[in-house]
T-cell receptor
Framework: AQKITQTQPGMFVQEKEAVTLDCTYD???????LFWYKQPSSGEMIFLIY??????QNATEGRYSLNFQKARKSANLVISASQLGDSAMYFC?????????????FGDGTTLTVKP | GAGVSQTPSNKVTEKGKYVELRCDPI?????LYWYRQSLGQGPEFLIY????????DSGLPNDRFFAVRPEGSVSTLKIQRTERGDSAVYLC????????????FGEGSRLTVL
């Protein structure tokens, strides 16, 4: 089974609007971390936000917030007030507890296009 | 430099040749990772090092692929007898420790096997 599923190959959003990028995950490990990364067309992957499985509150970093629904195993990324520079590929990733401590598994990504 | 550095940025080779890809991680980062990314897909894990030792090499596709990190800093990914299917962007990342924190990625090495 896919460990990380991103069901939206492409998304469009109007500049200044908010957008939600979906991510569901599959693990039996009670300890895990969830990450979102942005990959612009230039190629370099950039870390955006992190959520730990035991964190009580949803993570926020500036315009980015993570809608963490543990029972549903979903970790959606919300970008508020979209900017043209947000156009990029976005990847959800998971690192599972101590058994695979260093290894992150990535989804296939969502391409976000911000329209002026 | 301040970030993860990968060389070469582009490599074109012929089927059957040997290739080396180099990664220089962020100073002080003990964990180093190699991923492979094909067009339109997410990064696929290959191997990671904690210090000098390969802590998990379960993602290496076959014995043509090998990676080393002899002094716990720079790493080299080695591919023998390259095949057309090896064509991809090879990403290197580092982190302060293996089980905490985010990954810091380099710009990748694009390998094309003709």
């Amino acid at each position: 089974a896919q460990k990380i599923t991103q069901t939206q190959p492409g998304m469009f959003v109007q500049e200044k609007e908010a957008v939600t990028l979906d991510c569901t995950y599959d693990t039996s490990d009670p300890s895990y971390g969830l990450f979102w990364y942005k990959q612009p067309s230039s190629g370099e992957m950039i870390f955006l936000i992190y959520q730990g499985s035991y964190d009580q509150q949803n993570a926020t970093e500036g315009r980015y917030s993570l809608n963490f629904q543990k029972a549903r195993k979903s970790a959606n990324l919300v970008i508020s007030a979209s900017q043209l520079g947000d156009s990029a590929m976005y990847f959800c990733a998971m690192r599972e507890g101590s058994t695979n401590a260093g290894k992150s598994t990535f989804g296939d990504g969502t391409t976000l296009t911000v329209k002026p | 430099g301040a970030g993860v550095s990968q060389t070469p940025s582009n490599k074109v080779t012929e089927k059957g040749k040997y290739v080396e890809l180099r990664c220089d991680p962020i100073s002080g980062h003990t964990a180093l990772y190699w991923y492979r990314q094909s067009l339109g897909q997410g990064p696929e894990f290959l191997i990671y090092f904690q210090g000098t030792g390969a802590a998990d090499d379960s993602g290496l596709p076959n014995d043509r692929f090998f990676a080393v990190r002899p002094e716990g800093s720079v790493s080299t990914l080695k591919i023998q007898r390259t095949e057309r299917g090896d064509s991809a962007v090879y990403l290197c990342a580092s982190s302060f420790q293996a089980n905490t924190g985010e990954l810091f990625f380099g710009e990748g090495s694009r390998l094309t096997v003709l």
